[in-house]
């Protein structure tokens, strides 16, 4: 009978996991070991956890890659010690690295949105920065979700480099790319510089998987942008197993251009939701912060302030979901 039950998040995790099991084999610790997503199969990692000490495990192994989320999922389902692994291929480079940015106090602040705070930089030039702040509706709430801010950041970074060639856009560069700036490495890997624009006062919203090329706005050119961007990423995420049921586009005015400004294609302005686990008529299994909103509904809040605190079993699967976002859609790690 298996005394420790080890978990991974993914059969890509098989490698590391490996070192993992030789070392409890050489020590003659029988295990066992399971596949199991904390966001995409969270039943499944309840089930397993859950049931754990029955089958007399007394020690489970969780593998902590990006946020090391799924050690704390586990560990809220079970009092047996839950040890977490860290995976060196991970975007934490094999370290429990849980920094969340809520606030910045730079100089020369010219406006602080729900998630983003904005910077002066002169010469027709602006630093967005992407805080780690979250919001469910239109309230935003008092936890913070760990890289959340730096997968925002770079993932409107990819999405920006890629739609370029279809409509002009603010991104000049990713803040790290500038050594003139002085800010801390958690500040700079959550910003970018872009271009001041005019900014056009409508959003404009594509719903092309629900019900066909939907959209709402009122300028031809930006009802045409979106769903010329809109079309680019549907297909490219299509073939990384990603869904993008919706997203929201902001546009601004540039040289005389009309052009895409703010976030890109990211899971705060879009949902994503993963192409193996769809099913028509129920709620899919996503990679955005609908899972948020779904707490907070069973929660039982009204969507008035003062928004509850998150409980650290969703922080770390909110997180989980972004940065595997943002692994499956770029191929990359986070810098």
């Not at 002066?120 to 239109?138: H, K, N, P, Q, Y």
């Not at 686990?277 to 069973?298: C, H, I, M, N, T």
Request: aromatic residues 8%.
């Amino acid at each position: 009978m298996p005394l420790v039950g080890v978990i991974m998040g993914s059969s890509s995790d098989e490698a590391t996991i490996a070192e993992t099991v030789s070392v409890l084999d050489q020590m003659g610790i029988e295990n066992e070991v399971t596949v199991a997503s904390a966001h995409r199969t969270p039943e499944k990692v309840m089930e397993y956890v859950t049931g754990a000490r029955d089958r007399g495990i007394e020690v489970l192994i969780a593998a902590a890659g990006g946020s090391a989320g799924l050690p704390g999922v586990v560990a809220s389902w079970t009092t047996l010690p839950v040890i977490g692994v860290p995976l060196p291929s991970s975007d934490l480079n094999g370290e429990n690295l849980m920094t969340t940015i809520r606030e910045t106090t730079l100089p020369n602040r010219l406006y602080q949105g729900k998630v983003r705070d904005t910077y002066d930089l002169g010469e027709g030039l602006l630093l967005m920065v992407a805080t780690d702040r979250i919001s469910a509706f239109d309230v935003v709430l008092p936890t913070g979700i760990p890289e959340k801010g730096a997968v925002l950041c770079q993932i409107s970074e990819f999405w920006f480099n890629k739609t370029a060639h279809i409509i002009p856009n603010h991104f000049v560069s990713l803040a790290t790319d500038r050594s003139d700036l002085d800010l801390s490495h958690e500040i700079a890997r959550r910003s970018m510089v872009v271009k001041r624009a005019e900014r056009i006062d409508v959003e404009c919203i594509v719903r092309g998987f629900i019900t066909g090329s939907a959209w709402q706005g009122t300028h031809g050119a930006t009802r045409a942008g979106s769903i010329d961007v809109y079309a680019t990423a549907r297909d490219y995420a299509k073939e990384k197993g990603i869904i993008i049921a919706d997203t929201k586009f902001e546009f601004g005015i540039i040289d005389g251009e009309i052009s895409l400004i703010d976030e890109v294609l990211t899971p705060d302005s879009s949902r994503f939701w993963d192409m193996d686990g769809y099913a028509p008529g129920k709620s899919q299994p996503s990679y955005d912060k609908q899972f948020v909103r779904d707490w907070l509904d069973d929660a039982g809040w009204d969507h008035e302030p003062p928004a509850p605190e998150l409980p650290g079993d969703v922080v770390a699967s909110t997180a989980e979901r972004y940065l595997e976002a943002y692994r499956m859609l770029t191929g990359n790690s986070l810098s």
